[in-house]
């Protein structure tokens, strides 16, 4: 799905479906990101525990109210016993986490460290 500013693909992998980001998450594409995540949890829910991963490797920026909406759908789908990760946040977008507080609500995927 391309919209302004974003592209929204999935990906199946091993672990289950992916939602691939890539481009700039703002204003302009909350409306197709949430109806995105959601369908996905629709979809994909059970196979995956309820986990929504976002690969937001390719995001290049996020504004507050991409956030919110990344926020909205992790409460929705803690409600369900899910939950939403990002992998790949680049520094801007956990900067962004930490100065908006929604850090404890989004979950940021921890990967093992190699030796």
């Given at each position: 799905m ?17 939602l691939?980001?890539?481009?700039d ?11 995105a995540?959601?369908?996905h949890l ?7 525990d ?8 390719g995001v ?7 956030l ?5 759908a992790?409460?929705r ?8 990760v990002?992998?790949?946040?680049c ?17 940021l995927?921890?990967l093992?460290?190699?030796a």
């Amino acid at each position: 799905m391309r919209t302004a500013g974003v592209t929204i693909t999935t990906d199946v992998q091993a672990q289950g479906a992916v939602l691939v980001l890539t481009g700039d998450l703002d204003v302009r594409s909350t409306s197709e990101l949430r109806t995105a995540i959601y369908e996905h949890l629709r979809v994909h829910g059970s196979y995956t525990d309820g986990q929504v991963l976002l690969d937001i490797s390719g995001v290049h920026s996020v504004d507050a109210t991409a956030l919110k909406v990344l926020a909205a759908a992790s409460r929705r789908a803690r409600r369900h016993g899910g939950r939403v990760v990002l992998r790949g946040a680049c520094p801007a977008v956990r900067r962004m986490l930490h100065l908006t507080h929604l850090i404890r609500l989004i979950e940021l995927e921890r990967l093992p460290i190699s030796a």
